[in-house]
């Protein structure tokens, strides 16, 4: 018997938003201070690898800062359970007979090590804002903590694959 496959998304929260658009301006400020100011104390200009040490790190910068505003993940249920961060390279599958327990929880930075993709005790906690999530607990691995907009549907889907769901 085939059964629905259960597909949503969920969006980087107002907190992660501006923080990555905080992270953005401040480095950009910072790039445009540094090279605008003369070098003062050191009564010469700057390098040409201090500024290439700059313009690296500003790249760097404004990368992490644009990535934690686009950030979005993924999570399927199928023939696996996949929880997915893109734009980062996260991706965890897990066969619904490697599921020992899966439960509905409430997370929260607070209970999850913070935003973002934590390594929590015991575990790994991907949260992009608070809400309401799923724990997953499987056989011989670290467990798996997500945030999604509908847990009751996620538990549901894992439980008709054959996922034990006490």
Do not use: K
Not at 13 to 37: F, K, P, S
Not at 64 to 90: A, C, F, K, N
């Amino acid at each position: 018997m085939s059964h629905p496959v259960h597909e949503e998304t969920v969006r980087s929260g107002r907190t992660m938003t501006i923080i990555g658009w905080a992270v953005v301006t401040t480095a950009v400020g910072i790039a445009a201070l540094v090279l605008a100011a003369p070098a003062g104390w050191q009564d010469q200009p700057p390098t040409a690898s201090d500024v290439g040490v700059l313009v690296v790190t500003l790249g760097l910068t404004v990368a992490l800062g644009i990535g934690s505003v686009l950030m979005r993940m993924t999570v399927r249920v199928d023939e696996v359970l996949e929880v997915r961060v893109r734009p980062w390279w996260y991706r965890r599958r897990i066969a619904p007979e490697q599921i020992t327990a899966a439960e509905v929880v409430h997370m929260t930075g607070g209970n999850s090590g913070g935003l973002g993709i934590r390594l929590v005790p015991g575990g790994t906690a991907v949260l992009l804002d608070g809400g309401p999530g799923v724990q997953v607990t499987i056989r011989g691995a670290r467990s798996l903590r997500f945030r999604c907009n509908e847990p009751d549907a996620v538990v549901e889907a894992l439980r008709a694959r054959g996922a034990s769901t006490d």
